[in-house]
């Protein structure tokens, strides 16, 4: 990796305006997380979309596709799935093709890209070495880490975290993991998935799984095909050696 690496931490939609270089669209509860999870569960292809309108004309051409989204983290009406890891876990995605549209993490997609990015990823925890190692691959000048937060408008601390955690992997520098985790469980962005009142919209199981760090050994790039719409395709890191 080249010393000179400029590495930048972006915030919210006003972040995402402001990427350059390859950027990374950082969106851990929920929406790049639950991304991985379904490409490790037999997704073949994901569509990112920013508008609901859109994930619907795209389900119109083609009926067969899946349909996965939220708004306030609720499902939206008519989708197969919201925006949860574990309400998914069950269902059979083998060669399967989703449209996925969020609050967050697709809004970042479309900001990022007008912005001039140069390649976009998605980033999550569940994935971060993976998206460490490939940009070392990738030994890009500039890189922009942009963290999402709630809607895209107020900060995150777990997306913050990651971005934090991918920076310190690509500077070689020391990262305790789990101190860091336990200091969001009084956090809002948290807090949320013990109140019970909220229990079908984010179960506890969610936390769990998009927290388990590293998990996944393969990055997920995301490619502008229309205005509002990016194919989210798998790279499995292991493959760039």
Known sequence: MDADMDIKILHLLEGADQAKGLAVVIDVFRAFSLECYLFSRGVQKIYAVGREETAWELKR???????????????????????????????????????????????????????????????????????????????????????????????????????????????????????????LVNEPSVAKFFDTRWKDVFPVKDLIMCLEYDRFPFVLKADQISEDVFEITRVNVQDLK
């Open 61 to 183: 051409e083609h009926p067969e596709y899946i349909m996965a989204g939220e708004r306030g983290g609720v499902i939206l009406p008519g989708f197969d799935f919201g925006n949860s890891p574990s309400q998914t876990e069950h269902a059979d995605f083998l060669d399967k093709i989703l449209i996925h549209t969020t609050s967050a993490g697709t809004q970042g997609l479309v900001h990022t890209c007008a912005a001039g990015a140069g390649e976009i990823l998605t980033g999550s925890l569940v994935n971060a070495s993976a998206i460490a190692s490939y940009i070392k691959d990738k030994n890009p000048e500039r890189v922009s880490l942009v963290c999402m937060g709630n809607s895209g408008i107020a900060l995150a601390p777990e997306d913050e975290l990651c971005a934090r955690y991918i920076r310190s992997l690509l500077l070689g520098e020391p990262f305790e993991m789990g101190p860091e985790i336990l200091s």
